[in-house]
């Protein structure tokens, strides 16, 4: 019995549907900043420096480091979803709240939060799909 092999390499249908959930999660983090943050641009630190991860991640994404990019792409979109989406909306007094909280600002955080769902469902099936064993 020969040893089981990993397969990390590039699928288009699974690294499009990847790169579409990288994107679509930097949209939700990039949109709620832009419309419910005020003076907020994409040179701003608070998107700059996000948006630089989630470029390096994408790079990492097409090396042979694709298992480490996927997980730590994972805890990244999971970061986003508990802490800008869920955690930030709680009236927490250890929050600033700079929008004040109004309905409008709930509808950015959910939208921010539902963003990251895809990203988050690509990755989990990436790596259930890797842990398979392979059969020869």
Known sequence: MQPQSEDTSPRPIA????????????LGFFVHNVADLPGQTILSPESAIPTLVYLGL???WFTPARRVAAWALLVWALLHLIGGAVLSVLPLPILPFAPDQS?????FHGAYGVLQ???IVALVFWVRAQARPTVD
Do not use: D
Request: aromatic share 8%; charged share 5%.
């Open 15 to 26: 690294t499009a549907v990847v790169v579409a959930g990288i994107l679509l999660s930097w």
């Open 58 to 60: 994408l790079v990492l």
């Open 103 to 107: 309905p409008r600002h709930y509808l």
């Open 117 to 119: 769902l895809p990203l």
